[in-house]
Antibody
């Protein structure tokens, strides 16, 4: 059974940093591209970042480019999101998601499975 | 970025009704269109990928159609467990983008 368990969320002041983690199990981690997708309270879904299976390619939404960094550790079957210079508008539930069939970008595709999310609240 | 527009934003329907949700892309995305279901306080779940392919385990009352810029998700006979919010998503070009969602409520 595919399991994706996010952690690391919490309340943080504007301008500070936070690191999210996603622990994966139940599938061949190396075969999948990985993503972070967020959902602000009461709002829709927004893709944040994606990474190829071997970390060779990464992509970011314009809203987080230069502030967030995605990474993965295939040996630990884990995905990470380093979030710096956090803003109030980054407040959201952050989901980890996986993609098996990706295109030449190395990560673009549909999201086969999602974790339950970890909540990030940016407020003073 | 490719903009995805869903209609309607919400709808009320009864158990047994046929429900249709539309998704329009701001440019042609061939058939790179996917549908997700999200229930309250739950993670999204993939229903349909590449416009019309049913994800494993998804009931056959769900179906998808369309290509180019216009796509449709149809629920042939609405069941109590189908009351949820539905999102379309394009995987034609990065960044992947979602529609704003369609909330299906009980009439």
């Amino acid at each position: 059974e595919v399991q994706l368990v996010e952690s690391g969320g919490g309340l943080v002041q504007p301008g500070r940093s936070l690191r999210l983690s996603c622990a994966a199990s139940g599938f061949s981690f190396d075969d999948y591209a990985m993503h972070w997708v967020r959902q602000a309270p009461g709002k829709g879904l927004e893709w944040v970042s994606g990474i190829s299976w071997n970390s060779g390619r990464m992509g970011y939404a314009e809203s987080v480019k230069g502030r967030f960094t995605i990474s993965r550790d295939n040996a630990k079957k884990s995905l990470y999101l380093q979030m710096n210079s956090l803003r109030a508008e980054d407040t959201a539930l952050y989901y980890c998601a996986i993609t098996y069939y990706y295109d030449s970008s190395g990560y673009l595709g549909y999201f086969d499975y999602w974790g339950q999310g970890t909540l990030v609240t940016v407020s003073s | 970025d490719i903009q995805m527009t869903q209609s309607p934003s919400s709808l009320s329907a009864s158990v047994g009704d046929r429900v249709t949700i539309t998704c329009r892309a701001s440019q042609s995305i061939n058939n790179y269109l996917n549908w997700y279901q999200q229930k309250p306080e739950k993670a999204p779940k993939l229903l349909i990928y590449a416009a019309y392919n049913l994800q494993s385990g998804v009931p056959s009352r769900f179906s998808g159609s369309g290509s180019g810029t216009d796509f449709t998700l149809t629920i042939s006979s609405l069941q109590p467990e189908d009351f949820a919010t539905y999102y379309c998503q394009q995987s034609y070009s990065t960044p992947p983008t979602f529609g704003q969602g369609t909330k299906v409520e009980i009439k």
